[in-house]
């Protein structure tokens, strides 16, 4: 039983060579919501002689451009891309379904596979945009309310406004934003009783690579009169969810529960935002160049709190896998001249969460061997090079901010009634990490002034657990690994700090506190 969705979506816009400055010249906007449900429900008693093979399968491909650039030397006005992308991949049997003992499934495959990727890209006219018109937050705002299929609900789109720790970003010329909630889940929480034939197993699986970009050229808005700011904003929330629920009861030979990366792409999640400011105009804003990556990120493969599970003499395995990337560049790049206003990159990763669980008071009886390993791996790189001050710049000219919270965790829960496995049991959590932070103030050359803000707050915890008696007739082995590597690096602009500045403690504050708003 197989629901399968795939989508190729692709918008562009492309300014023409009149209209104002003050005006949007080129608006691209992409709104996709995909599903793909495979699910047994209700009270279905399921006679099957065969494999039940129960699969969901959602490829999503979108990209947004918003081009003013091809427009030519006479077009002014700015560029909008918005990208807003929701999509579900669920495989589940649920309800009070059951297998009849006269005719279970040979063996039972419940699988959800996800393959997304999003890119949203906005360039800048070569008159730029005037600094009479809407600010970007502003602008983002409108499209949201216009396009957003769930703006006035709970479940609207949640981007953060364009914000450096000194306020808000002001008129932009590039504005681009991508915006995902991706939700892959296999799961079994059926009420009644589900069985497989002699020597058959089950297998609950979920599989993904969720790839999200925005970026933003203000390079093209070189006449030095209209704003050459750029914007550019990636959220994704992200979720990949395997899982034998609290109301599941379950005997096979054999039980495999996974999430893993989807093998088909480049199995990693690739998150970015690039944010490029040109030499327009010198009454910008906050920022020239403002680029923020903002990711919620948990793989989990859990046998939840009072499910029952008989594993009929077979391995039970309960496997979770996670690995990210997150690259941010907020730079300056006008050719000979320098992009004007601060360079802001703000790479915060608020949850890289990997879990795999056998839950307290969940119960695994007539097991073999028993693996519950929970593996995560993650690399951030966050860059900020500066621009030349503009005339109302009063933050620092370039700050790079990474925040990262990984957390990795393999655990057998509580519980009165001890594991028993005639095999070997095996917990592990492994992972490693990669953080990358690098302000360059000394990027601007001979125009560059005031403090080069480099900040990496990043947290890991690494966890293997056993909480409950085992008995066992062969090895245990419980094994947490961790391995990290964090440089933060910030080079002077060529003037220095200005002698009005924050001093480094306020400035650290500062900007570790807006990040973490």
Known sequence: MWATSTVDATAEAFASTSGGAALNAAVAVSVVESSAIARITGTTQLSVNGILDLHAGNTVDVTTIADGASAGPNAA?????????????????????????SSDPSSIQIRAISDVDTETTADATAGGADSSGDSANTKIEGLLSE??????TGNAADVPSATAS?????????????????????????????????????????????????????????????????????????????????????????????????????????????????????????AGAFALNLVDDTTQAVIETGADVDAGGGNVNVIAENTTSHTVLATSDAGADVGIGASVALN?????????????????????????SATGAHSLSTTAEAGSAGDSVAISPSVALTIADNETTARIGTSFTPLNATGSVAVQAIQSSSVITLSDGA??????????????????????????????????SIGAHSGAMTSTTA??????????????????ESQLGHGRS
């Open 166 to 286: 000194g306020g808000d970003v002001g008129v932009a010329a590039a504005v681009a934003v991508t915006y995902n909630e991706s939700i892959t889940r296999a799961y079994l929480n059926s009420g009644g009783t589900i069985e497989t034939g002699s020597g058959g197993s089950l297998t609950v699986q979920a599989s993904s690579d969720t790839d999200g970009s925005a970026t933003a050229d203000g390079s093209s808005a070189d006449a030095g009169v209209g704003i050459a700011a750029a914007v550019a904003i990636n959220v994704v929330d992200l979720t990949n969810e395997e899982v034998i629920g609290s109301g599941a009861t379950v005997a096979a030979t054999g039980l495999v529960v996974r999430g893993v990366m989807d093998t088909s792409g480049d199995s990693t999640h690739s998150f970015g935002a690039s944010a490029t400011s040109g030499a327009g105009a010198t009454d910008v804003g906050i």
């Open 443 to 476: 990027a601007a050359g001979s125009f560059g002034v005031g403090i080069a803000v480099a900040i990496t707050d990043a947290n890991d915890m690494v966890t293997a657990e056993v909480a409950r008696d085992l008995v066992v007739s062969g090895a245990v």
């Open 491 to 508: 080079n002077a602009s060529s003037s220095g700090a200005a002698s009005d500045s924050n001093d480094a403690n306020t400035e650290v």
């Open 77 to 101: 006005g700015g560029s909008l891309a918005l990208s807003l992308v929701y999509d579900t991949t669920e495989a589940y049997i649920g309800g009070s379904v059951s297998t009849p003992t």
């Open 147 to 152: 396009h957003d299929p769930n703006d006035g």
């Open 348 to 372: 915060i990763v608020d949850t890289n969460r990997t879990l795999a669980e056998i839950a307290a008071d969940a119960t695994v009886t007539g097991a073999n061997d028993v693996v519950v």
